[in-house]
Nanobody, 125 residues
Framework: VQLQAYGGGLVQAGGSLRLSCAASGRTFSGYIVGWFRQAPGKERTFVARIKMNGGSTSYAGSVKGRFGISRDNAKNTVYLQMNGLKPEDTAVYYC???????????????????WGQGTQVTVSS
């Protein structure tokens, strides 16, 4: 499956952005789709994930209550709605997908087989 992430940009603190992750080549059905982010000089870290079948979600503590992950199965697309953005949210955001993750694995980027190219989110203070 090929993933394309888009929707990043420059926003002031407190603003909102919506990222999209579109899949092609194969349906997202049965996959877990995650969003990760990587700031300069830092490791790639988990942001949120969603199960395409059933729609269960989970979030990193740093974004819980501000970010929302959702899916549109018909469009084969996953969204990350980011509200209340802070300068520390500045990073390149990546979407990733995998079919074979257990609960303890979904926060680990090394467990995902498919990745999008990343989209830059910059939050100014």
């Amino acid at each position: 499956v090929q993933l394309q992430a888009y929707g990043g940009g420059l926003v002031q603190a407190g603003g909102s952005l919506r990222l999209s992750c579109a899949a092609s080549g194969r349906t997202f059905s049965g996959y877990i789709v995650g969003w990760f982010r990587q700031a300069p000089g830092k490791e790639r870290t988990f942001v949120a994930r969603i199960k395409m079948n059933g729609g269960s979600t989970s979030y990193a503590g740093s974004v819980k209550g501000r970010f929302g992950i959702s899916r549109d199965n018909a469009k084969n697309t996953v969204y990350l709605q980011m509200n209340g953005l802070k300068p520390e949210d500045t990073a390149v955001y990546y979407c990733a997908a995998d079919r074979n993750l257990i609960l303890s694995e979904y926060m680990n980027p090394d467990q995902y087989d498919y990745w999008g190219q990343g989209t830059q989110v910059t939050v100014s203070s």
